[in-house]
């Protein structure tokens, strides 16, 4: 979770690209016409924060999210690293260059769906590990949905 802790330090609180527009249309209950699971794990996530942090902004929650998304995709790309055979130091240093690649310290530091979706992405790469070391149609039936996810 150090990476989550290095994102929220790292929040910007310019808008950049659909950020603004999230929160408009998280305001207005419409949904964003591409990613359909943005917006409700963006409400969610509000709707959690506000009684533990009044004065925290929708704008600042959903960066938080964002952040909260992709040091969980890091974490979980670690665990498939040593899950597929990685030393340990390894894994760090996988976990570490997706952390700190620029795309994802931007996306992670800012209100936009990308930064989020990590999170899918490392977990679809953990099933895919687990599903690599013993195939069984259970572990198939998963990696099925959690792929197009990432």
Not at 11 to 31: A, C, E, N, T, W
Not at 42 to 61: G, K, M, T, V
Not at 138 to 143: E, N
């Amino acid at each position: 979770m150090l990476f989550g802790g290095v994102y929220a330090a790292l929040l910007q609180h310019k808008g950049y690209g659909d950020g603004p527009y999230l929160i408009l249309s998280m305001r207005v209950g419409q949904q964003w016409p591409s990613h359909q699971l943005f917006l409700p794990l963006l409400r969610a996530w509000c709707e959690l924060l506000a009684p533990l942090e009044p004065d925290l902004s929708q704008y600042e929650a959903g960066v938080l999210l964002c952040g909260l998304g992709a040091a969980t995709g890091v974490a979980l790309f670690f665990v498939a690293s040593v899950a597929l055979g990685a030393r340990r130091w390894f894994a760090c240093t996988i976990a570490v260059l997706i952390g700190t690649s620029p795309a994802v310290v931007f996306f992670a530091t800012v209100l936009e769906i990308h930064a989020v979706f990590l999170a899918f992405a490392g977990g679809a790469a953990v099933v895919l590990a687990a599903f690599r070391r013993r195939a069984t149609v259970v572990r198939a039936l998963v990696q099925g949905p959690t792929t197009p996810q990432a």
